[in-house]
T-cell receptor
Framework: DAGITQSPRHKVTETGTPVTLRCHQT?????MYWYRQDPGHGLRLIHY???????DKGEVSDGYSVSRSKTEDFLLTLESATSSQTSVYFC???????????FGPGTRLTVL | GESVGLHLPTLSVQEGDNSIINCAYS??????FIWYKQESGKGPQFIID?????DKRQGQRVTVLLNKTVKHLSLQIAATQPGDSAVYFC?????????????FGQGTELSVKP
């Protein structure tokens, strides 16, 4: 998975609880992305980062926040999880916008 | 809005046959396209990419064709093998714009019969 790890790989939580997912890369790539994947919707971008402390919203950012305090880590936080956020979350990295993105193994999140 | 879609949600082929997976895109400003393969329980895996200044690119057993006139992209897999069974996604973006964000299609499931 191109030097990308995600943790946890599986999580079950309850509605209203905060959840943080971590993406860690060893490639020193500048760009990092968080996607969610749901049946019938494919992969949708939540947030992305183009450098340390530089982040921006994607198409489905409501209910999510991100932080990137160092190059190798990109955190996705659900401040108050809802059942609609049950999904598989993928992190991706990219050296620059001119090249392919590489994806992590995913985190399966279930919100009860 | 802008979208990337696939013509066929499922494709079933016989082992050894060639497979063709199609993709339509709507953003004429897109200049970079990628095909990904996703096996069950795994993240998408890069297969091949193509830039808008090309109309064909070949890899190992795979060929991507780009027709900008009709905004169509296809992935051809030669001599399809059982290990090719997966969901295939096309994705597009505009190089140097929008943080390198990719827009993904819905995916086509390829099933290879032995």
């Amino acid at each position: 998975d191109a030097g990308i790890t995600q943790s946890p790989r599986h999580k079950v939580t309850e509605t209203g609880t905060p959840v943080t997912l971590r993406c860690h890369q060893t490639e020193n790539h500048r760009y990092m992305y968080w996607y969610r994947q749901d049946p019938g919707h494919g992969l949708r971008l939540i947030h992305y980062s183009y450098g340390v402390k530089d982040t921006d919203k994607g198409e489905v950012s409501d209910g999510y926040s991100v932080s990137r305090s160092k190059t190798e880590d990109f955190l996705l936080t659900l401040e108050s999880a809802t059942s609609s956020q049950t999904s598989v979350y993928f992190c991706a990295i990219r050296e620059d916008p001119n090249n392919e993105q590489f994806f992590g193994p995913g985190t399966r999140l279930t919100v009860l | 809005g802008e979208s990337v879609g696939l013509h066929l949600p499922t494709l079933s082929v016989q082992e050894g046959d060639n497979s063709i997976i199609n993709c339509a895109y709507s953003n004429s400003a897109s200049d970079y396209f990628i095909w990904y393969k996703q096996e069950s329980g795994k993240g998408p895996q890069f297969i091949i990419d193509i830039r808008s200044n090309m109309d064909k690119r070949q890899g190992q057993r795979v060929t991507v064709l780009l027709n900008k006139t009709v905004k169509h992209l296809s992935l051809q897999i030669a001599a399809t093998q059982p290990g090719d069974s997966a969901v295939y996604f096309c994705a597009e973006n505009m190089i140097y714009n929008q943080g390198g964000k990719l827009i993904f299609g819905q995916g086509t499931e390829l099933s290879v019969k032995p």
